[in-house]
């Protein structure tokens, strides 16, 4: 049998290269103990997340999580964190520091019996463009089948709004018809939670009309729209959210 040409001692890597090792990965890495706390991030997810590396140590994995996530994902960890050499994966909308939510896809594997180790390792891989690839691709199909489906407008504007809210926030949704004749606006579907169907109307100025007139989309992320709000008098900020475009999530 053929003998290392390296001395003994070189052969295991030592604590401080691991690290180094660790600190300058492209991937977004994370220690983490059993009972679910940081106890090391390396700098592409502090990068990725927005925080510095003192300010999530210490800190529980649902630090990260979006609330109606973080009992599930809990109870993942808490059952890889009792499976020796055990390992997970899961898709998750995580919150970063700046307060937008992206997804990501973590791989972690349970090392906490090995004493070298001690934690669990996960990684994980920003994958909110595919997220958002998929989910656009559902509601196509959504809208297709329910086209297939139906021959009822009124049907047919609510299998929309459905397959619409799978992807952005849309309690508050409407459809608008214009009469060329008139140039009034009609709302055939209209779903709100404070206001009523409003009568056929023209609307002067909104986000609205500006779509009408130019056959162009308009999204506004949330911090926009809260400083249209805050420019806007009282009257204004109603007419805008009655009759403007929703806000988008960041």
């Not at 463009?129 to 009124?154: G, Y």
């Not at 459905?162 to 849309?170: G, I, N």
């Not at 018809?177 to 709302?187: E, G, K, T, V």
Request: charged share 20%; with cysteine; net charge neutral.
């Amino acid at each position: 049998m053929s003998k290392s040409l390296l001395p003994e001692h070189d052969v295991a890597c030592t604590e401080g290269q691991a690290r180094a090792l660790l600190a300058t990965s492209r991937d977004l890495l994370a220690v983490v103990s059993a009972s679910g706390h940081f106890l090391f991030v390396n700098e592409s997810f502090t990068r990725a997340f927005g925080y510095l590396p003192e300010e999530l140590v210490g800190q529980p994995l649902s630090l990260l999580n979006a609330p109606a996530d973080a009992g599930l994902l809990g109870q993942r960890f808490a059952a890889l964190a009792a499976s020796p050499e055990g390992t997970a994966s899961w898709r998750s909308n995580l919150r970063t520091k700046s307060g937008q939510y992206r997804w990501f896809n973590a791989e972690a594997v349970n090392r906490v019996a090995d004493p070298s180790v001690g934690a669990v390792l996960v990684s994980y891989q920003d994958v909110t463009e595919i997220q958002r690839m998929e989910a656009q691709r559902l509601v196509l199909s959504d809208i297709v089948h329910a086209l297939n489906q139906t021959s009822n407008l009124d049907e047919l504007l609510h299998q929309i709004h459905h397959a619409l809210k799978k992807v952005v926030y849309a309690e508050n949704f409407f459809v608008a018809l214009h009469d060329p004749q008139s140039d009034m606006f009609h709302f055939p579907f209209f779903v709100d939670q404070f206001d009523p169907p409003p009568l056929p109307q023209k609307v002067a100025r909104s986000c609205m009309t500006y779509v009408f007139r130019t056959a162009k989309s308009c999204m506004i992320p949330q911090s926009e729209f809260d400083r249209l709000a805050r420019c806007s008098s009282q009257n204004a900020q109603r007419h805008h959210r009655r009759h403007g475009c929703a806000a988008l999530p960041e």
